[in-house]
Structure formats: C-alpha cells, structure tokens
C-alpha cells in the first residue's frame, strides 16, 4: 500500500521539544519535495516547512523559523520535523505531504500544486 505515515506527536510543555517522522511506505521519498502542513481546531490548514527533493533546499513559515528543523534521509525513506521551543499556538495536527513541486507557494496553500501523498496526521498538544 502506498502511503505515508506520520508519528512523533504528543503533549508536550511549553519551551520543549519534538521530533515528527513522515515515513513513505510502498514508495520511494527519493523523487518528492515534501512540506509539512498542520491544522488547529478551529482554523484553516497552513503550511510549515518544506523539502525539495535532493534535501539542498529548505523553506519555513515565519512562525517557526528559527524554532523548526526540517530535513531528510533518504536512505530511511523518511523526513523529519524538529521542533524545539514549542509554543501552546503550535498545538495542531501535523500532516506531511509529498509532491513534484517544490515553491514557496506550497506553504501558503496546499491547492496551488498537485500533492501526490498525504499522511494521516499527528497530534501535537502544546500545554502545561
């Protein structure tokens, strides 16, 4: 089954950190950007941070740059999220998303591209 899987959330406090994977099951990561989205309740799906294929290029969203880490390893077939310095108003579902495009568009909506693979999501909770 093609698909890719996402782990890594959980409640944490403020001030710590996490580590999401993003792993590709049946298929090869080798070829895909990948951006990493998330959604809080209540509020519209945003981009986070993104990866082009060969890991030489990395974007992040002002609201976590400097505090987030993407990167990837090929030979896992996975790519990561590390997130340090959490924030309460990071508390989200966390979803990756592979596709052949790679633009600063993909962390302003996830409609401008076609996206390939979504994962399911993973919950991170932000509080004390």
């Known amino acids: 089954q093609l698909q890719l899987v996402e782990s890594g959330g959980g409640l944490v406090q403020p001030g710590g950190s996490l580590r999401l994977s993003c792993a590709a099951s049946?298929?090869?990561?080798?070829?895909?950007?990948i951006t990493w989205y998330r959604q809080a309740p209540g509020k519209e799906r945003e981009g986070v941070s993104c990866i082009n294929s060969s890991g030489g290029s990395t974007m992040y969203a002002d609201s976590v740059k400097g505090r987030f880490t993407i990167s990837r390893d090929d030979a896992k077939n996975t790519v990561y999220l590390q997130m340090n310095s959490l924030k309460p108003e990071d508390t989200a579902v966390y979803y990756c998303?592979?596709?052949?495009?790679?633009?600063?568009?993909?962390?302003?909506?996830?409609?401008?591209?076609?996206?390939?693979?979504w994962g399911n999501g993973t919950l991170v909770t932000v509080s004390t």
């Open positions: 998303a592979a596709g052949f495009y790679y633009s600063e568009k993909l962390l302003l909506s996830s409609s401008y591209y076609p996206v390939k693979y």
């Open positions: 049946g298929f090869s990561l080798n070829w895909y950007a």
